[in-house]
């Protein structure tokens, strides 16, 4: 297996985990005070938009050719630093 389907393997499971930490966000947020649901609601609805985000980067990775990848792969980079901040914010904000 080439390193570019083993490197899009493993941002893919870390997209799978990141939906898994908004589906228990989603959990704990119906059974939370409507202040608070309304809050996460719209916490969690970002970080879906930045998961797509995501999974759109991974596709643009996979379509590019050889050449190209290694620099997709810079920006695919970026986005998931952006993303695991954000989800780890979300997810420690609303485990109190």
Same mark, same amino acid.
């Given at each position: 297996?080439?390193?570019?389907?083993?490197?899009?393997?493993?941002?893919q499971?870390?997209l799978?985990?990141?939906? +898994?930490?908004? +589906?228990? $966000?989603?959990a704990?947020?119906s059974?939370?005070s %409507?202040? /608070?649901?309304?809050?996460?609601n719209?916490?969690?609805?970002?970080?879906?938009?930045?998961?797509d985000?995501?999974? %759109?980067?991974?596709?643009? $990775?996979?379509? +590019?050719?050889d050449d190209?990848?290694?620099?997709?792969?810079?920006g695919?980079?970026?986005?998931?630093? /952006?993303?695991?901040? +954000?989800?780890?914010?979300?997810?420690?904000?609303f485990?109190?």
């Amino acid at each position: 297996m080439s390193d570019r389907e083993l490197y899009r393997q493993k941002r893919q499971a870390q997209l799978d985990e990141w939906r +898994a930490e908004v +589906a228990k $966000l989603k959990a704990k947020a119906s059974g939370a005070s %409507a202040d /608070t649901r309304l809050e996460m609601n719209k916490k969690i609805k970002a970080l879906e938009n930045r998961i797509d985000e995501g999974k %759109a980067k991974l596709s643009q $990775l996979a379509e +590019a050719s050889d050449d190209a990848w290694e620099s997709l792969k810079d920006g695919v980079e970026s986005a998931w630093d /952006t993303l695991k901040s +954000a989800v780890g914010d979300a997810a420690g904000k609303f485990k109190k």
